[in-house]
């Protein structure tokens, strides 16, 4: 059995709300907000999104997308947006671009939509982060495991998701240290391309630990 | 001031079954850095109302943590709350003459509870106007104090906001139920959702068999389908619309509908109210309208957990925790898309949201014309309300601003 050198370390995540200073009512107001709001906004409508709303594994991917899909009535746009996929990006700054492309270039092509009234503002948050050690560590794979199956969502969210922009790597905090400290590239792989659109956090946590049993059972 | 004691202990491992080890173990490690640090709460009153409700299963919960968590409700006469009232409904938008008489009154009330209270909690939680000018009291041993607002304040009155921002704007923090009641202020304001409890009278699992003499005793037939809007008999929560929406439906479904509510004996308004809604309903007999007891728990769940479609067709709201009763039990759910209702509806996801009673009628005839989705939405939406809306969340919330307020400093 792999014994890593530096364990690994459980934490968990808290966020508070923090309700932010600009709002929109069309179009393009939204993109004049998306180019100002601060990173910490842009992270909450997208990353932390997906853990307050994981159990949604259809058609929803952001709250910039479910806005322009319920309350701005455009669904081409929507569509655009909800096709971004957030573990694609390294940085926060990165994918406010892309944002702010795919709206700017909808408001170009559209001009008439984009001073249409929403039903609804759309207000901008920001995620305020407490992290806190969960009081578990992991040498070894059983340990690991053990771990992962007693997380709580957030923490699960924390490591799995969240980790991508901390690490600033196509990966999360799982697959590296299965990678870097148990030398288990493979499973590694495997657990990185779990898909977090598709898969609520539960289904997402089972399968990584289905990915681990057939691992250790390499060993028996 | 009086400082409440809560009776009953309500032990975390009874959570643990429904939410899960890891979810309270995590409040858990939340609550390790807070032991033995001071809070406080206050609030204008110990019975009633949804602040009361709420910190009656906060404070055990805290105590399973070992959190040192006090509840102190201010005192005041009836004057000081006639113009508590008044505030109240004029930061609602109501009409409302200033007199500085009534200014005078509120300063005075709070500076009498203000002398009779320590106020040196680490971390003090004022709770709605009532008690806001207590923040004249603070302390210099730079204890922490935030103000959480339950009430809609998207269009206050603006001579009552002006003289409360003075206070509100001392505060370290404020907290507002949805982004459209936050305010133009100078500090930190967060977003903090009110919270059902899932093991409360209101929210628990019932036998069938009591839903059903439930039904029996209001002579609802089980076999159709029941439409029901669970609220006080107020124009705000407009049930003569939700009656007119039931009447398009009707044209295409046999079904019934329940508008049941407080008893409005004590609420002049309230039984104006009701009788405009008894000459709507004329006697229909598949119009099902319940004056409950003031406090009747157990039937609101039961006809809850009857309903096929839960309406909730407010014009304002503040958050609108029936919306949230409503989902914990797997209901579809079609509602206004007012205060905090978008918040707890993802429309088409979790829900539906409508802005008229036409679109309240369509959306309930599609929900019932395809129970499947009717189904798949009460499904995500009661995954919607574990997620964010629960007491364990809530006090989650609490904690994760007191570790931040600290670190701030």
Redesign the interface.
Same mark, same amino acid.
């Given at each position: 059995m792999n014994i890593a050198e530096t364990p690994f370390e459980f934490f968990?995540v808290?966020?508070?709300?923090?309700?932010g200073?600009q709002?929109a009512g069309t179009l393009n107001e939204f993109l004049t907000s998306l180019q100002q709001c601060s990173d910490a906004s842009i992270f909450h409508h997208t990353f932390q999104t997906l853990s307050?709303? @994981?159990?949604?594994t259809e058609?929803?991917s952001n709250d910039f997308a479910?806005w322009a @899909?319920?309350d701005a009535s455009r669904e081409d746009l929507a569509e655009q947006l909800a096709a971004l996929d957030v573990r694609d990006y390294l940085s926060i700054a990165a994918l406010r671009s892309d944002l702010c492309r795919v709206v700017g270039e909808y408001c170009t092509e559209h001009p008439a939509f984009s001073e249409q009234t929403a039903?609804?503002?759309f207000?901008f948050?920001e995620s305020?982060e407490?992290t806190?050690?969960?009081?578990l560590t992991a040498r070894s794979l059983e340990e690991f495991r053990d771990g992962i199956a @007693?997380?709580? @969502?957030?923490?699960f969210y924390f490591h799995f998701l969240s980790s991508r922009l901390r690490l600033q790597l196509q990966t999360n905090d799982f697959s590296h240290w299965l990678a870097d400290g148990l030398g288990l590239g493979t499973l590694a792989d495997s657990v990185n391309r779990i898909d977090i659109y598709t898969n609520?956090l539960d289904s997402a946590r089972a399968k990584v630990l289905r990915l681990i049993d057939r691992e250790r059972r390499k060993d028996e | 001031m009086s400082e409440v004691a809560i009776a009953s202990r309500i032990p975390l491992d009874d959570y643990a079954a429904l939410l899960? /080890?890891?979810?309270i173990?995590?409040l858990r490690?939340?609550a #390790?850095?807070l032991r033995g640090r001071s809070i406080e709460m206050i609030n204008s009153t110990a019975v009633g109302g949804g602040v009361a409700e709420i910190l009656n299963r906060l404070l055990p919960l805290a105590e399973e943590l070992e959190l040192n968590m006090r509840w102190e409700v201010m005192t005041g006469g009836d004057d000081f709350y006639g113009v508590t009232k008044a505030f109240h409904n004029a930061l609602h938008g109501a009409p409302y003459h200033a007199d500085p008489k009534d200014f005078e009154i509120f300063l005075a009330c709070n500076e009498q509870n203000r002398t009779r209270l320590p106020l040196d909690a680490e971390f003090m939680i004022i709770h709605d106007p009532q008690p806001a000018a207590l923040i004249d009291g603070r302390k210099k041993n730079g204890n922490h104090w935030a103000w959480r607002c339950h009430i809609d304040l998207s269009h206050p009155n603006r001579a009552v906001w002006d003289f409360l921002d003075k206070f509100v704007a001392r505060y370290d923090a404020a907290m507002?139920s949805s982004? /459209?009641f936050?305010r133009?202020l100078p500090i930190?304001?967060?977003?903090f959702y009110p919270a059902i409890d899932p093991l409360s009278e209101k929210n628990r699992e019932l036998e069938s068999g009591f839903v059903a003499r439930t039904l029996a005793q209001y002579q609802i037939d089980p076999l159709r389908p029941i439409l029901t809007q669970i609220s006080r008999f107020d124009r705000l929560k407009d049930p003569v619309g939700v009656i007119r929406a039931y009447r398009i439906v009707k044209r295409y479904f046999d079904c019934q509908l329940v508008l049941a509510g407080g008893s409005a004996s004590d609420d002049p308004e309230g039984a104006v109210v009701l009788k405009e809604v008894q000459q709507e309903a004329n006697g229909e007999a598949d119009i099902h309208i319940i004056e409950l007891p003031a406090w009747a728990p157990l039937e609101v769940n039961a006809l809850q957990r009857a309903s096929t479609i839960v309406i909730q067709k407010s014009l304002r709201e503040g958050f609108g925790l029936t919306v949230s009763e409503a989902l914990w039990k797997k209901k579809p759910v079609v509602a206004s898309?007012v205060g905090g209702i978008?918040v707890q509806i993802?429309?088409?996801?979790?829900g539906l949201?409508a802005?008229s009673v036409e679109g309240t009628a369509y959306q309930i005839r599609y929900l019932l014309s395809h129970p499947e989705i009717a189904t798949k939405l009460g499904e995500?939406g009661y /995954?919607?309300v574990k /997620?964010?809306f629960l007491i364990t969340e809530k006090l #989650?919330?609490y904690?994760?601003?007191f570790?931040?307020m600290a670190?701030a400093k």
């Open positions: 968990t808290s966020y508070l709300t923090r309700i200073n709002s307050s709303h @994981h159990f949604l058609g929803f479910q @899909h319920a039903l609804e503002r207000y948050c305020v407490v806190l050690p969960f009081g @007693h997380l709580s @969502h957030a923490s609520t | 899960g /080890e890891g979810q173990d995590e490690v939340l #390790k850095p507002f982004p /459209e936050s133009s930190p304001q967060y977003l898309a978008p993802i429309h088409k996801h979790t949201l802005h995500n /995954e919607h /997620e964010n #989650k919330r904690m994760t601003l570790l931040a670190r």
